[in-house]
């Protein structure tokens, strides 16, 4: 089992940045690729970002493109989503994901452990 805590959200204004970090208790954790999700209220919840287990490889969505990244520390069982260059649209609650496969994914059914969520507001 793992459970996921995330932290680091808060209030930007646009153009700001904020860094989100989801510990992981387990000690699987450096085999698990992670991934990073949001919802906005009103949508369904979406892909941000993935990274694997490692931290060789890197998916975003679209939107986020060059704007975040993702990043990993093993030993600290910890992951990060860098979000620079905020805008309004960020604004969402964001979860990260685990998944029992090396290999980066971006659907939510294939990861299997979940985080609670922190919100991130950006303000224009």
């Known amino acids: 089992q793992v459970q996921l805590v995330e932290s680091g959200g808060g209030l930007v204004q646009a153009g700001g940045s904020l860094r989100l970090s989801c510990t992981a208790s387990?000690?699987?954790?450096?085999?698990?690729?992670m991934g990073w999700f949001r919802q906005a209220p009103g949508k369904e919840r979406e892909f941000v970002a993935a990274?694997?287990?490692?931290?060789?490889?890197?998916d975003y969505t679209d939107s986020v493109k060059g704007r975040f990244t993702a990043s990993r520390d093993n030993a600290k069982r910890t992951v990060y989503l860098q979000m620079n260059s905020l805008k309004p649209e960020d604004t969402a609650v964001y979860y990260c994901?685990?998944?029992?496969?090396?290999?980066?994914?971006?659907?939510?059914?294939?990861?299997?452990?979940w985080g609670q969520g922190t919100q991130v507001t950006v303000s224009s």
């Open positions: 994901a685990a998944r029992r496969r090396s290999g980066l994914a971006s659907r939510e059914d294939e990861y299997d452990y």
């Open positions: 387990g000690r699987t954790f450096s085999t698990y690729a």
């Open positions: 990274i694997s287990w490692i931290g060789s490889s890197t």
